[in-house]
Structure formats: structure tokens, C-alpha cells
């Protein structure tokens, strides 16, 4: 609960439209959220981040929040 606080207060910065998913299963959670622009499903510390569903890298969870804010600022 406390990563997707985070990132719901990090994209109240974010002024484009942006649909971010934060999930909780690694397995699935891509799959299930392919609807996102961009999310991290997370789970044992680690964290995949994905875009559109497909898979794009494997971050350690306490790096998540910031890569993931990174790659909303890209898009």
C-alpha cells in the first residue's frame, strides 16, 4: 500500500494525462494492467516495470517510485 501512496502523490506533479497501474503480483500484474500507459507490478523486493503490458525491466522495489517516475516523464 505504502509504493502505491507513493506514486499516486509523486504523479500529482505529472501534468499529462498518463494511466500508471501499480500492482502486486509480478506474474500477473502486467498482464491484468495492459490498459496502463506504464506501471510496476511488485513482489519479494522486486519490481517489474512495464508498458503497455509487456515487460520492459526488473528493478529492486526501493528503486520503483523513481524509475518509474523517470519513465512517466519520458512518455
Known amino acids: 500500500m505504502s509504493l502505491a501512496?507513493?506514486?499516486?502523490?509523486?504523479?500529482?506533479?505529472i501534468k499529462k494525462p498518463v494511466k500508471v497501474a501499480v500492482?502486486?503480483?509480478v506474474v500477473n500484474g502486467p498482464g491484468e494492467a495492459k490498459d496502463a500507459d506504464i506501471g510496476i507490478a511488485c513482489g519479494k523486493g522486486k519490481c517489474v516495470?512495464?508498458?503497455?503490458g509487456e515487460k520492459i525491466g526488473v528493478?529492486?522495489?526501493?528503486?520503483?517510485?523513481k524509475t518509474l517516475m523517470r519513465e512517466v516523464e519520458r512518455m
Open 59 to 65: 528493478l529492486e522495489e526501493k528503486d520503483a517510485v
Open 49 to 52: 516495470l512495464f508498458k503497455m
Open 23 to 25: 500492482m502486486g503480483c
Open 5 to 13: 501512496e507513493q506514486v499516486e502523490t509523486e504523479l500529482m506533479k
